[in-house]
């Protein structure tokens, strides 16, 4: 799967890419992907993770590489509601 493939799967399911973060988010599920993680996955990861429960109310699902840093963890949480 292409990354311009990837990017239609994840705006199909809902997700809307952030120039400012380079992240794509859906709100509703309170998931968010980054670019890298996007790119290095393959179309079952991505998947995956697509099909992962939306966290509890009031949390966030981040998919990094490297998972974030507490404090950017609360940051993006506080920017994204």
Sequence with gaps: MTMTQKKQFLESAGYRYSFERRLYINRLERKA??????????????????????????????????????SVKLQLEALLG
Excluded: C
């Design 33 to 70: 992907f980054s670019v890298e993680f996007i790119d290095d996955s393959t179309e079952d990861r991505l998947r995956e993770a697509l099909d992962t429960p939306a966290p509890s109310s009031g949390n966030w699902d981040f998919k990094f590489n490297t998972a974030p840093s507490p």
